[in-house]
C-alpha cells in the first residue's frame, strides 16, 4: 500500500508543473493574441489559431480562421485600447484544454474613455508545432446602464396593477421611500431604476428594459418588458 501511495504521489508531483506550464502557456497565448488586436498583428492569430477553427463572436456570427483573420486590421485612427486577460477556469484532458478567461477592455474612443468585459471560451489541441486553439466563444458580460433619479410625483403615475394579456400574472408597482418598486404575483418587491423618464430596468437583470405606454391623452396604459427585440406586453388595471 505504502508503495502504491508512493507512486500516486510522484506521478501528482510530475503531471501538475506540466499542467501549469500549460495553463500559462495558452494564458500568454491568448493574451499576445488579444494584444495584436488593435496594431492589427494578423501573424499572431495564425500562429496560434487551427485551420479548423469554429469561432462564434459576441454579435452572434460565427466564422473559421480564414474569416477570422481577415477581421485582424490596425484600429483606424482616432480608436486605440488595451485588453488584459485573466484565467477564470482551466481544464486539461490529454492534449486537450479548455480554458474561459474574462477580457478586460479598455477602450479609447476619440477622446473618451469606455470598458467592457467579456467572457471568452476557448478549447485548445496540442499539435506538434505547440497549443492551438480549435473553439472560441465571446459573450459580452453585461452591466447595469446608468440610472436618472425622478421626482416621486412622476414616478407616482406608473402606480398600479398591471396584468399580461388573456392571462393570470400580475405585477403590482408602488411608489414607497422615493423609489418605484414592483412585485411579480406578489413576491418580494425590486426596486425599478429609471434609465429614461419611461425606460427602467431592475438592477442585475439589465438585460430586460420595463418601457412605459401612453395613450392620446397621456395616460399610463400600461408597460412592455423588452428582451433584445421582443416585448411582453403588460396592460394597466387600476
Given at each position: 500500500?505504502?508503495?502504491?501511495?508512493?507512486?500516486?504521489?510522484?506521478?501528482?508531483?510530475?503531471?501538475?508543473?506540466?499542467?501549469?506550464?500549460?495553463?500559462?502557456v495558452?494564458?500568454?497565448?491568448?493574451?499576445?493574441?488579444?494584444?495584436?488586436?488593435?496594431?492589427?498583428?494578423?501573424?499572431?492569430?495564425?500562429?496560434?489559431l487551427?485551420?479548423?477553427?469554429?469561432?462564434?463572436?459576441?454579435?452572434?456570427?460565427?466564422?473559421?480562421?480564414?474569416?477570422?483573420?481577415?477581421?485582424?486590421?490596425?484600429?483606424?485612427?482616432?480608436?486605440?485600447?488595451?485588453?488584459?486577460?485573466?484565467?477564470?477556469?482551466?481544464?486539461?484532458?490529454?492534449?486537450?484544454?479548455?480554458?474561459?478567461?474574462?477580457?478586460?477592455?479598455?477602450?479609447?474612443?476619440?477622446?473618451?474613455?469606455?470598458?467592457?468585459?467579456?467572457?471568452?471560451?476557448?478549447?485548445?489541441?496540442?499539435?506538434?508545432?505547440?497549443?492551438?486553439?480549435?473553439?472560441?466563444?465571446?459573450?459580452?458580460?453585461?452591466?447595469?446602464?446608468?440610472?436618472?433619479?425622478?421626482?416621486?410625483?412622476?414616478?407616482?403615475?406608473?402606480?398600479?396593477?398591471?396584468?399580461?394579456?388573456?392571462?393570470?400574472?400580475?405585477?403590482?408597482?408602488?411608489?414607497t421611500?422615493?423609489?418605484?418598486?414592483?412585485?411579480?404575483?406578489?413576491?418580494?418587491?425590486?426596486?425599478?431604476?429609471?434609465?429614461?423618464?419611461?425606460?427602467?430596468?431592475?438592477?442585475?437583470?439589465?438585460?430586460?428594459r420595463?418601457?412605459?405606454?401612453?395613450?392620446?391623452?397621456?395616460?399610463?396604459?400600461g408597460?412592455?418588458?423588452?428582451?433584445?427585440?421582443?416585448?411582453?406586453?403588460?396592460?394597466?388595471?387600476?
Amino acid at each position: 500500500m505504502k508503495k502504491v501511495l508512493y507512486a500516486i504521489c510522484v506521478v501528482t508531483l510530475l503531471a501538475t508543473p506540466a499542467l501549469a506550464d500549460d495553463r500559462a502557456v495558452i494564458t500568454q497565448q491568448e493574451q499576445e493574441m488579444v494584444d495584436a488586436v488593435a496594431s492589427g498583428g494578423v501573424a499572431v492569430w495564425d500562429k496560434y489559431l487551427d485551420p479548423d477553427l469554429i469561432y462564434a463572436e459576441e454579435d452572434g456570427s460565427y466564422k473559421g480562421k480564414a474569416e477570422m483573420l481577415k477581421e485582424i486590421q490596425p484600429l483606424p485612427k482616432g480608436l486605440s485600447g488595451e485588453i488584459k486577460v485573466v484565467l477564470l477556469s482551466y481544464r486539461e484532458d490529454g492534449n486537450t484544454a479548455v480554458a474561459l478567461f474574462r477580457q478586460v477592455e479598455t477602450e479609447h474612443y476619440f477622446g473618451q474613455t469606455i470598458h467592457a468585459n467579456y467572457l471568452t471560451n476557448t478549447t485548445w489541441k496540442k499539435r506538434a508545432d505547440g497549443w492551438k486553439q480549435i473553439e472560441g466563444q465571446v459573450l459580452a458580460e453585461r452591466t447595469d446602464p446608468p440610472s436618472i433619479a425622478l421626482p416621486t410625483a412622476e414616478l407616482q403615475k406608473f402606480a398600479g396593477t398591471y396584468k399580461l394579456r388573456d392571462s393570470e400574472p400580475t405585477y403590482a408597482l408602488a411608489v414607497t421611500d422615493g423609489k418605484l418598486m414592483g412585485s411579480k404575483n406578489g413576491r418580494k418587491p425590486a426596486e425599478w431604476k429609471a434609465e429614461t423618464r419611461d425606460v427602467f430596468f431592475i438592477p442585475g437583470d439589465n438585460r430586460i428594459r420595463k418601457i412605459f405606454q401612453y395613450d392620446a391623452n397621456g395616460k399610463v396604459t400600461g408597460f412592455v418588458e423588452r428582451r433584445e427585440s421582443w416585448d411582453i406586453v403588460w396592460e394597466k388595471l387600476s
